[in-house]
Nanobody, 127 residues
Framework: VQLQACGGGLVQAGGSLRLSCAAS????????MGWFRQAPGKERELVAA????????YYADSVKGRFTISRDNAKDTVFLQMNNLKPEDTAVYYC?????????????????????WGQGTQVTVSS
């Protein structure tokens, strides 16, 4: 599956952004999807994930209550709504797809190795 992310930008602290990731290829609805981020000098981390069916979601503690992941399997797209953004949310955000890792693995590892990755989109939050 090929992934194309967009929606990043510059926003003031407290603002909102919505990232989108469009998938092309086969059977998007069979993939678990995730949004990762990597800030300069830091390791990549999983911030949110959604099960292939949309029935379960996962959030890193740092974004709980502020970010919402969703998917539209009819449009082969996954979204990340980011509210109340903070300067520490500044990073390159990546969407990723996987159908090999178990949901337990995805939700217990800081940076699970998803099988397919999109290009990153920069999110910058100014204070």
């Amino acid at each position: 599956v090929q992934l194309q992310a967009c929606g990043g930008g510059l926003v003031q602290a407290g603002g909102s952004l919505r990232l989108s990731c469009a998938a092309s290829g086969r059977a998007f609805s069979s993939y678990n999807m995730g949004w990762f981020r990597q800030a300069p000098g830091k390791e990549r981390e999983l911030v949110a994930a959604i099960m292939w069916s949309g029935s379960s979601t996962y959030y890193a503690d740092s974004v709980k209550g502020r970010f919402t992941i969703s998917r539209d399997n009819a449009k082969d797209t996954v979204f990340l709504q980011m509210n109340n953004l903070k300067p520490e949310d500044t990073a390159v955000y990546y969407c990723a797809a996987d159908k090999s890792l178990t949901w337990r693995t995805i939700t217990t590892m800081k940076a699970p190795e998803f099988g397919s990755w999109g290009q990153g989109t920069q999110v910058t939050v100014s204070s």
